[in-house]
């Protein structure tokens, strides 16, 4: 299976800030990678797919990136909206596999 | 509209099968593919399945020996079914409409269903 080993696990950052979350790929995934942003109580947004194609409706500080078998999640400055958890999930091969996740909180 | 609701019983005692219900419309479970996700409360995302529009299914290698996803196409219902529950099962368990290439990208979340295993 491939393991997807995502950093931090939280954070805490102030408005404005640049923000990146990490994932790290065991195997190549090629970009086949999803982002998503789940908040309290609700189920995930997807934010970016096919590791760095921007979803519908999402807004233009956030953005994905990839290095090698590296992942990357940018916020370009941080807005108090953007408080909540992230997670990577890769959709190369099955079973599919998320990272453990990184929650996000205002400092 | 594309929707998904699970449905189910909300605690389970340990050692028992959970079975859960997903149905689906706005789109053919003949034709696509449906996913089951769970989250332990407090925790992350863990993908559990898929069954493919030709009945198919893929899981996770942890919970493969416990878990099964079946469908009744005609019903527009997808099952999923677990047996030897432990407390760690508790979770929020999801089922999930997702379709992607390199340029586009759709899903639907069903709201959730909570299940606790206790005694």
């Known amino acids: 299976d491939i393991q997807m080993t995502q950093s931090p696990s939280s954070m805490s950052a102030s408005l404005g800030d640049r923000v990146t979350i990490t994932c790290q790929a065991s195997?190549?995934?090629?970009?086949?990678l999803i982002w998503f942003q789940q908040k309290p109580g609700k189920s995930p947004r997807p934010m970016i797919y096919?590791?760095?194609n921007l979803a519908n409706g999402v807004p233009s500080r956030f953005s994905g990136s990839r290095s090698g078998s590296d992942y990357s999640l940018t916020i370009s400055s941080l807005e108090s909206e953007d408080m909540a958890d992230y997670h990577c999930?890769?959709?190369?091969?099955?079973?599919?596999?998320f990272g453990a996740g990184t929650k996000l909180e205002l400092k | 509209q594309v929707q998904l609701k699970e449905s189910g019983p909300g605690l389970v005692q340990p050692s028992e099968t959970l079975s859960l219900t997903c149905t689906v419309s706005?789109?053919?479970?003949?034709?696509?593919?449906v996913h089951w996700v769970r989250q332990p409360p407090g925790k992350g995302l863990e993908w559990m399945g898929i069954?493919?529009?030709?009945?198919?299914?893929d899981y996770n290698s942890a919970l493969k020996s416990r878990l099964s996803i079946t469908r009744d196409t005609s019903k527009s219902q997808l099952f999923l079914k677990m047996n030897s529950l432990q407390t760690e099962d508790t979770a929020i368990y999801y089922c999930?409409?997702?379709?992607?290439?390199?340029?586009?990208?759709?899903?639907?979340w069903g709201q959730g269903v909570m299940v606790t295993v206790s005694s």
């Open positions: 999930l409409f997702l379709f992607t290439t390199d340029s586009y990208y759709v899903d639907f």
């Open positions: 706005g789109f053919s479970l003949g034709s696509n593919s």
């Open positions: 069954i493919r529009s030709g009945g198919s299914t």
């Open positions: 195997q190549d995934i090629g970009n086949n």
């Open positions: 096919y590791a760095t």
């Open positions: 999930l890769q959709y190369k091969q099955y079973p599919y596999t």
